[in-house]
Nanobody
Framework: QVQLVESGGGLVQAGGSLRLSCAAS????????MGWFRQAPGKEREFVAA????????EYSDSVKGRFTISRDNAKNTVYLRANGLKPEDTAVYYC???????????????????WGQGTQVTVSS
C-alpha cells in the first residue's frame, strides 16, 4: 500500500506560479509511474501530467503543455508539478496518483492508477 500526500496548493493571481509536491510512503515509489490529475467543481477529473518511473518519459495534457512541468526525486519519494503561467481555468483540486505496474508508459486515464492522494486546492484569481 502506498500513501500519497500533496502539498503546495494555494491562491495565486493569473500569470503566477506554484510548485505542487506529492510525498509518497513506502519503498516501491521509484518503480511507480506517477501522475497528476485535477478536478474543478462540477467537472470530471482530468489528466494533467505523468512521469515514468525513471523520469525518462513525460506526458502532458494539451491544456498545460508548455506551462507545467512534472518531475520526480526518487531519493525523496516525491513527485513535483511546477505550474507556470497559471490561468483562472487552472483552478481545481489537484491530485497525485501512482500506477503500480512497473515499466508501463505513463497513463492518462484516472482508472489506470492504483493509489491517490487527498488533493490540494489551487485557486487562480483573474
Amino acid at each position: 500500500q502506498v500513501q500519497l500526500v500533496e502539498s503546495g496548493g494555494g491562491l495565486v493571481q493569473a500569470g503566477g506560479s506554484l510548485r505542487l509536491s506529492c510525498a509518497a510512503s513506502g519503498r516501491t515509489f521509484s518503480s511507480y509511474t506517477m501522475g497528476w490529475f485535477r478536478q474543478a467543481p462540477g467537472k470530471e477529473r482530468e489528466f494533467v501530467a505523468a512521469i515514468s518511473w525513471n523520469a525518462g518519459i513525460t506526458e502532458y495534457s494539451d491544456s498545460v503543455k508548455g506551462r507545467f512541468t512534472i518531475s520526480r526525486d526518487n531519493a525523496k519519494n516525491t513527485v513535483y508539478l511546477r505550474a507556470n503561467g497559471l490561468k483562472p481555468e487552472d483552478t481545481a483540486v489537484y491530485y497525485c496518483a501512482a500506477d503500480r505496474h512497473f515499466g508501463r508508459a505513463p497513463r492518462t486515464r484516472a482508472d489506470e492508477y492504483d493509489y491517490w492522494g487527498q488533493g490540494t486546492q489551487v485557486t487562480v484569481s483573474s
